[in-house]
């Protein structure tokens, strides 16, 4: 298990990078602000031959 925590408020993006492919990950989003913790949004992905992610199930959702 890697925990990646982005304390950037401006970004929108981040890129995991180093997957292995043909390998399912189980990835979950929580949103942190000064009132607490959001709900958690979570997938799970596939990677293909070229290491590109694929959504099995799931969806990752980031609200305002």
Do not use: C, W
């Amino acid at each position: 298990e890697v925990e990646i925590s982005i304390t950037d408020p401006s970004a929108r993006f981040y890129e995991i990078r180093n997957l292995r492919i043909y390998t399912l990950y189980s990835i979950t989003i929580r949103i942190f602000n000064p009132e607490g913790e959001g709900p958690a949004s979570k997938a799970v992905v596939r990677t293909d031959e070229g290491g590109k992610v694929y959504f099995t199930h799931g969806r990752l959702e980031i609200g305002h």
